[in-house]
Every structure is written in structure tokens, then in C-alpha cells.
């Protein structure tokens, strides 16, 4: 039989090409620093998740957790991440994320020490100051948990002195949930960032196309426009306009999402500007397979790899500053709050919005639609 391929490699080494095999699922650009933090048995554990069909974006998301636990144990205990964590270190991690930073200005040693979040911040793992969001340490927790239980292993996760820490914690340093994006990226604002692709350049063509599609097609999460394919796409006959030219119609097959697995084929449908202006993008770029928005080299070189959704939120900024806005103000997300917003601002029913942007949740749908009602209403005009 013959040798394994990499009995010659580091462990590093061995581990960065495993991650390789698995590489359309992770975070592209930190395939070496992850080989660099997770063992062996985090990353069988990771191809595990794989082979059993687990979505891209929850793998990602678990993946980027378990880097930060790793740095973080080895910066907090000076030794790898135990498995299963004792208890203790589970309390240890709730101190030093969720903290009080009025305590702390009086008491250095409150939450987490000077030290750890020095190397945590030299290694691009922790960029605020302050202390982390309640949600964000329930979910790597959550995640820490899964990846324990993938293990065959028992945790603590749910003890009632862990719940009761994190509770307390949240209880004493009441925060201000803030929206995903500050302002929606309704239809006026859409008209100012397309404005600033007005060139046939490759780079105006393509992020012509990224704005129209993902807001058009009802507002498509960044990993969505990130991932989209050629082979999702299918031409519609065109849609017969009266004393005018049939607009062309594009069906964009989304496949597994944030909320569906995929089994059921959700379709949503793109009609004139749209599609055109992503026919003269992937022309321009010459694309008849694969992914449909990627890279652009220095010398107008279209790369044969997909843009990462980091890359989508970044266009947006970019565009954004371009157009004169407030660059803080918008992310990717705003798109598909904008794409809502903008359907209540025209009367669109929301049953009939709700179709275009897959929303699961009424609920959650329909808060944009009340939002704008509000402003809008008679009550919100008394004088």
C-alpha cells in the first residue's frame, strides 16, 4: 500500500492540507492560522460536520468559534482547549467576555486580564475594547457545546451555575440591542451607490451587478450572493410589457440558505434592469461556469474564485463612500432590510414581499412593514 502523501509534512503542514480538502466551506483567507491553532481531532471533527451535510454557513461560523476558543485558552490557561471543558474554564470564559466596564475602570483585574486580550488583538481575534456581546458568547458556547457533543463527550454547558453567571453578567451590564445594519439600504439610497458604477470597467460591472441582484432578487444575504453560481441560473421567457419591449427574466435557484436546507428548490426571479446588467457582467468577464461574482486582479484579471461574503459587505462601504453617505451607516445586511422597507414604502403586500426575500418569520417580516407605516402614519404627525 503506499505511503500516506503527507507522512513527509509538519503537523501544520498536514493539518493545512486537511483544511484544503474542506476549503469551500471555511473562512478562505485563514487556512494557515487555523492549521496553526486547531489539532488534529478538531479538524476530523470539522470534516465530520462535512461529510454529514451541514450547511456552509453554520460550519464557517463553528469553525471561526472554535479558532477564537483555541487562541483564547491557549492565552488565558497557556494550554490547548481541554475536552471536555471543566466547568471552571466554561465560568473563566463568561468573566472574561462579559464584564463591567464601569467596575473595570476602577478594578484593573475585572474581566478579561491586560495580557490575554493583548495576544487575543495581536492575532486579529478580538478588535473592540469593550466587552462582548451577550449573543456572541451565548453562540460560541453554543457552538463549544455542539463540537463536545460531535465528540461524544458531556459538558457543562448546561449547569445551573453557568446559566446563572451568564445571566447575571447580562443583568448587570444592560446593553442596547443595535440593529445588523443602522439604515436600510432602501431605494433612494440603491439609486446613489449604482450611481458610482457608471463605467464599463470590470469592477463597475460587477458591483453594478452584486447591488442589483442582491437587492432585487428580495434582498439575498451576503454568503448567498457570495456563493452564487452559474448553475443556479435559469433564463424565463421575458415578461410582455404593453407598447413596450418584454422585459428578460432570470429565476435564481438559491439551493441551501440560512433558513432551508435545500430539499425544497426556492426559486426567486429577477426582471429587466437586473438581469441585465449581470448578462454584461458575466460577459464581460467572460463567465460560463462556476461562480458567477469573483475576484479582480490588478491587471483587470478575473479570478477563477468566488468573492468571500466579507468581500460583498465590503463593496457596499466602498460604494457607499463613493456616493458621499455615512460609511458606518450601511452594511450588506442593510439590503435586505432596505429591500422590505423599500416593498412597504410602495404598498407592496407582505405576503407578496415575503416570496421574493424567503423570509420564514411574519413576525420578523413584518416589523419593517410596521416600521414604515409608522413613520409614515398619521400618528407619527400630530403637528
Given at each position: 500500500m503506499a505511503a500516506p502523501r503527507s507522512a513527509s509534512l509538519s503537523g501544520v503542514e498536514r493539518r493545512a492540507v486537511e483544511l484544503d480538502t474542506i476549503a469551500s466551506v471555511l473562512p478562505i483567507d485563514r487556512r494557515d492560522e487555523l492549521a496553526e491553532l486547531l489539532t488534529d481531532t478538531d479538524i476530523?471533527?470539522?470534516?465530520?460536520?462535512?461529510?454529514?451535510?451541514?450547511?456552509?454557513?453554520?460550519?464557517?461560523?463553528i469553525t471561526s468559534d472554535l479558532a477564537y476558543l483555541e487562541a483564547?485558552?491557549?492565552?488565558?490557561?497557556?494550554?490547548?482547549?481541554?475536552?471536555?471543558?471543566?466547568?471552571?474554564?466554561?465560568?473563566?470564559?463568561?468573566?472574561?467576555?462579559?464584564?463591567?466596564?464601569?467596575?473595570?475602570a476602577t478594578d484593573p483585574d475585572h474581566?478579561?486580564?491586560?495580557?490575554?486580550?493583548?495576544?487575543?488583538?495581536?492575532?486579529?481575534?478580538?478588535?473592540?475594547?469593550?466587552?462582548?456581546?451577550?449573543?456572541t458568547v451565548r453562540r460560541r458556547l453554543a457552538n463549544w457545546s455542539t463540537l463536545t457533543k460531535w465528540r461524544g463527550l458531556d459538558g457543562a454547558f448546561a449547569s445551573p451555575p453557568l446559566k446563572s453567571a451568564i445571566r447575571l453578567a447580562v443583568r448587570a451590564v444592560p446593553r442596547k440591542r443595535s440593529r445588523k445594519s443602522a439604515k436600510a439600504v432602501t431605494g433612494d439610497i440603491l439609486a446613489k451607490l449604482l450611481a458610482t458604477c457608471s463605467t464599463d470597467s470590470l469592477r463597475d460591472l460587477r458591483d453594478l451587478a452584486i447591488l442589483m441582484v442582491a437587492f432585487a432578487s428580495g434582498g439575498r444575504r451576503r454568503s448567498e450572493i457570495a456563493g452564487l453560481r452559474k448553475e443556479q441560473l435559469t433564463i424565463e421567457p421575458p415578461i410582455p410589457i404593453e407598447n413596450g419591449t418584454p422585459l428578460p427574466s432570470l429565476a435564481i435557484h438559491l439551493g441551501r440558505t440560512k433558513t432551508s436546507s435545500g430539499e425544497q428548490d426556492d426559486v426567486v426571479y429577477l426582471t429587466g434592469r437586473?438581469?441585465?446588467?449581470?448578462?454584461?457582467?458575466?460577459?464581460?468577464?467572460?463567465i460560463d461556469s462556476g461562480s458567477v461574482f469573483r475576484g479582480i486582479g490588478r491587471w483587470n484579471t478575473v479570478s477563477k474564485r468566488a468573492l468571500d461574503p466579507q468581500s460583498i459587505?465590503?463593496?457596499?462601504?466602498?460604494?457607499?463612500?463613493?456616493?458621499?453617505?455615512?460609511?458606518g451607516e450601511f452594511s450588506a445586511h442593510g439590503l435586505r432590510s432596505g429591500y422590505l422597507t423599500e416593498a412597504a414604502n410602495r404598498g407592496i403586500p407582505l405576503p407578496e414581499a415575503m416570496e421574493q426575500s424567503r423570509h420564514r418569520s411574519v413576525q420578523q417580516a413584518s416589523n419593517y412593514y410596521n416600521n414604515a407605516t409608522r413613520r409614515s402614519g398619521r400618528a407619527a404627525r400630530m403637528l
Amino acid at each position: 500500500m503506499a505511503a500516506p502523501r503527507s507522512a513527509s509534512l509538519s503537523g501544520v503542514e498536514r493539518r493545512a492540507v486537511e483544511l484544503d480538502t474542506i476549503a469551500s466551506v471555511l473562512p478562505i483567507d485563514r487556512r494557515d492560522e487555523l492549521a496553526e491553532l486547531l489539532t488534529d481531532t478538531d479538524i476530523e471533527t470539522l470534516r465530520h460536520l462535512v461529510n454529514e451535510g451541514m450547511g456552509a454557513n453554520t460550519l464557517r461560523a463553528i469553525t471561526s468559534d472554535l479558532a477564537y476558543l483555541e487562541a483564547w485558552a491557549l492565552a488565558a490557561t497557556k494550554r490547548s482547549l481541554p475536552w471536555p471543558a471543566p466547568e471552571a474554564l466554561l465560568l473563566k470564559f463568561v468573566a472574561q467576555h462579559l464584564w463591567d466596564p464601569q467596575k473595570r475602570a476602577t478594578d484593573p483585574d475585572h474581566g478579561m486580564p491586560a495580557d490575554v486580550a493583548d495576544n487575543l488583538r495581536s492575532q486579529n481575534f478580538l478588535k473592540s475594547s469593550g466587552p462582548h456581546a451577550p449573543a456572541t458568547v451565548r453562540r460560541r458556547l453554543a457552538n463549544w457545546s455542539t463540537l463536545t457533543k460531535w465528540r461524544g463527550l458531556d459538558g457543562a454547558f448546561a449547569s445551573p451555575p453557568l446559566k446563572s453567571a451568564i445571566r447575571l453578567a447580562v443583568r448587570a451590564v444592560p446593553r442596547k440591542r443595535s440593529r445588523k445594519s443602522a439604515k436600510a439600504v432602501t431605494g433612494d439610497i440603491l439609486a446613489k451607490l449604482l450611481a458610482t458604477c457608471s463605467t464599463d470597467s470590470l469592477r463597475d460591472l460587477r458591483d453594478l451587478a452584486i447591488l442589483m441582484v442582491a437587492f432585487a432578487s428580495g434582498g439575498r444575504r451576503r454568503s448567498e450572493i457570495a456563493g452564487l453560481r452559474k448553475e443556479q441560473l435559469t433564463i424565463e421567457p421575458p415578461i410582455p410589457i404593453e407598447n413596450g419591449t418584454p422585459l428578460p427574466s432570470l429565476a435564481i435557484h438559491l439551493g441551501r440558505t440560512k433558513t432551508s436546507s435545500g430539499e425544497q428548490d426556492d426559486v426567486v426571479y429577477l426582471t429587466g434592469r437586473p438581469v441585465e446588467a449581470l448578462n454584461a457582467w458575466m460577459a464581460a468577464a467572460k463567465i460560463d461556469s462556476g461562480s458567477v461574482f469573483r475576484g479582480i486582479g490588478r491587471w483587470n484579471t478575473v479570478s477563477k474564485r468566488a468573492l468571500d461574503p466579507q468581500s460583498i459587505n465590503a463593496i457596499l462601504k466602498q460604494r457607499a463612500e463613493k456616493a458621499g453617505l455615512e460609511v458606518g451607516e450601511f452594511s450588506a445586511h442593510g439590503l435586505r432590510s432596505g429591500y422590505l422597507t423599500e416593498a412597504a414604502n410602495r404598498g407592496i403586500p407582505l405576503p407578496e414581499a415575503m416570496e421574493q426575500s424567503r423570509h420564514r418569520s411574519v413576525q420578523q417580516a413584518s416589523n419593517y412593514y410596521n416600521n414604515a407605516t409608522r413613520r409614515s402614519g398619521r400618528a407619527a404627525r400630530m403637528l
